[in-house]
């Protein structure tokens, strides 16, 4: 792939990551995801983050760079946004290319730096405001970000260009082919990136949703142009497009969320699953959009992203050995480590011998304030009575959903 220009003396120069591959090792990006390096020329040259060390990605990685007549070896300074080694896996090899060039990166990352990569020498560290002058008018000031998305990660602004370099923040998931920005996208390809943000967002950075907040209040009095993050595509046309969109997927963990239901749903011999068709056509009977899905069948990474948005949660699934059917604990604890907040919630399931599930369902989502209507639960097969009163809980929780969040 080639280097793409944004402006004079500032490239983009990126990678995607395959549809087969997990992000992070977890999640599924059928899709692909891009890993996004920028190039900015003054007299002297600045590389913004680098690649991950997967595969021929190195070498596909300096073949952009070839693209724009570099080589690592021409490259005066590598400023670290972000430690994460998405970004930085190829660093131990690149520095060996050239054992002079200069650092840039926080005080919390220059430890990262030296733990992952064993670099120490040339390292300068950065604060919120600090320059770097590269000469022929390119100067680049750096702004902390703690936690979006690790603790030492700050985002980088071209101040001829007005360009923020905002590493994870702004990005989403998507291969990057042709169309490198957002005026380039047809508008299911605009949508679709905007879906993928969405997700990435719910995978990524959810749980850090505070500290997303703080960052774009932070970041209210630039003049942004143009966001290059380190995932996705280039937002020149309207950068506020995404900056909104990050806004919203931040508000969603106190809310308000949107006015919508998923509904997870997981069954062992069948007495839970005769019930999910009552009960989605009771959500669905008030008009709000309803998104089903199955464990384990379905990727946890896909229901994060959909539960995240949506103000209300239908889980069925029975009771296993006193507790929850294990396939719904592990999405449940998922949902807790990302902090999956302020939900309404019904429960609906059947159980053997004794109950358990709710139980341990209301204990494992303790900190998450969630609001449960009384569950619909039921021994053995479920009665048409059972049918019926699942069917008017989960229509009653659409109805609040649709009266309390609705437009
Ligand atoms: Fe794209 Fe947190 O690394």
Same mark, same amino acid.
């Given at each position: 792939?080639?280097?793409?220009?944004?402006?004079?003396?500032?490239?983009?120069?990126?990678?995607?990551?395959?549809?087969?591959?997990?992000?992070? &090792?977890?999640?599924?990006?059928?899709?692909?995801?891009?890993?996004?390096?920028?190039?900015?020329?003054?007299? /002297?040259?600045?590389?913004?983050?680098?690649?991950?060390?997967?595969?021929?990605?190195?070498?596909?990685?300096?073949?952009?760079?070839?693209?724009?007549?570099?080589?690592?070896?021409?490259?005066?300074?590598?400023?670290?946004?972000?430690?994460?080694?998405?970004?930085?896996?190829?660093?131990?090899?690149?520095?060996?290319?050239?054992?002079?060039?200069?650092?840039?990166?926080?005080?919390?990352?220059?430890?990262?730096?030296?733990?992952?990569?064993?670099?120490?020498?040339?390292?300068?560290?950065?604060?919120?405001?600090?320059?770097?002058?590269?000469?022929?008018?390119?100067?680049?000031?750096?702004?902390?970000?703690?936690?979006? !998305?690790?603790?030492?990660?700050?985002?980088?602004?071209?101040?001829?260009? /007005?360009?923020?370099?905002?590493?994870?923040?702004? &990005?989403?998931?998507?291969?990057?082919?042709?169309?490198?920005?957002?005026?380039?996208?047809?508008?299911?390809?605009?949508?679709?990136?905007?879906?993928?943000?969405?997700?990435?967002?719910?995978?990524?950075?959810?749980?850090?949703?505070?500290?997303?907040?703080?960052?774009?209040?932070?970041?209210?009095?630039?003049?942004?142009?143009?966001?290059?993050?380190? !995932?996705?595509? %280039?937002?020149?046309?309207?950068?506020?497009?995404?900056?909104?969109?990050?806004?919203?997927?931040?508000?969603?963990?106190?809310?308000?969320?949107?006015?919508?239901?998923?509904?997870?749903?997981?069954?062992?011999?069948?007495?839970?699953?005769?019930? %999910?068709?009552? %009960?989605?056509?009771?959500?669905?009977?008030?008009?709000?959009?309803?998104?089903?899905?199955?464990?384990?069948?379905?990727?946890?990474?896909?229901?994060?992203?959909?539960?995240?948005?949506?103000?209300?949660?239908?889980?069925?699934?029975?009771?296993?050995?006193?507790?929850?059917?294990?396939?719904?604990?592990?999405?449940?604890?998922?949902?807790?480590?990302?902090?999956?907040?302020?939900?309404?919630?019904?429960?609906?399931?059947?159980?053997?011998?004794?109950?358990?599930?709710?139980?341990?369902?209301?204990?494992?989502?303790?900190?998450?304030?969630?609001?449960?209507?009384?569950?619909?639960?039921?021994?053995?097969?479920?009665?048409?009575?059972?049918?019926?009163?699942?069917?008017?809980?989960?229509?009653?929780?659409?109805?609040?959903?649709?009266?309390?969040?609705? /437009?």
């Amino acid at each position: 792939m080639k280097g793409t220009k944004i402006t004079d003396g500032i490239y983009r120069i990126g990678v995607n990551l395959e549809g087969d591959s997990l992000f992070e &090792g977890m999640w599924p990006i059928p899709n692909g995801v891009s890993i996004n390096s920028y190039v900015v020329r003054g007299q /002297k040259n600045a590389l913004i983050d680098l690649v991950q060390n997967i595969g021929e990605k190195p070498a596909e990685y300096q073949e952009a760079l070839a693209s724009l007549s570099l080589e690592p070896g021409q490259i005066d300074y590598l400023v670290i946004n972000h430690m994460e080694p998405d970004h930085t896996g190829w660093l131990a090899e690149f520095s060996k290319k050239n054992p002079n060039i200069e650092y840039y990166i926080t005080a919390k990352g220059a430890s990262v730096l030296k733990a992952f990569c064993g670099i120490e020498k040339n390292v300068h560290t950065v604060k919120t405001g600090d320059i770097l002058d590269l000469g022929a008018g390119k100067t680049l000031t750096f702004y902390e970000a703690p936690n979006v !998305h690790w603790p030492e990660t700050m985002v980088t602004y071209e101040n001829s260009s /007005k360009i923020l370099f905002s590493c994870d923040a702004f &990005g989403s998931y998507g291969a990057i082919t042709d169309a490198v920005f957002d005026d380039q996208l047809s508008t299911e390809q605009y949508d679709f990136f905007l879906q993928e943000a969405l997700r990435y967002y719910a995978n990524i950075v959810a749980g850090f949703s505070s500290f997303v907040e703080k960052a774009i209040a932070l970041l209210k009095n630039l003049d942004i142009r143009i966001i290059a993050p380190s !995932h996705g595509i %280039v937002w020149r046309e309207n950068p506020q497009a995404i900056i909104d969109a990050y806004a919203r997927f931040a508000r969603y963990m106190n809310g308000p969320a949107e006015p919508e239901i998923t509904v997870i749903w997981a069954s062992m011999y069948g007495n839970t699953e005769k019930v %999910v068709r009552r %009960v989605i056509q009771g959500a669905r009977s008030e008009g709000i959009p309803v998104h089903v899905f199955r464990t384990p069948e379905e990727d946890v990474g896909f229901i994060l992203a959909s539960a995240w948005k949506s103000a209300g949660l239908i889980l069925g699934m029975p009771t296993y050995e006193y507790r929850m059917f294990p396939p719904m604990a592990w999405v449940l604890d998922m949902f807790a480590r990302k902090k999956v907040m302020n939900k309404k919630v019904l429960r609906f399931g059947s159980f053997g011998w004794s109950g358990g599930a709710q139980r341990e369902l209301e204990a494992i989502t303790e900190k998450l304030k969630w609001d449960f209507m009384e569950p619909v639960e039921w021994q053995g097969a479920p009665s048409e009575e059972i049918m019926d009163l699942a069917a008017a809980r989960s229509r009653e929780l659409a109805a609040k959903i649709k009266a309390e969040y609705g /437009k």
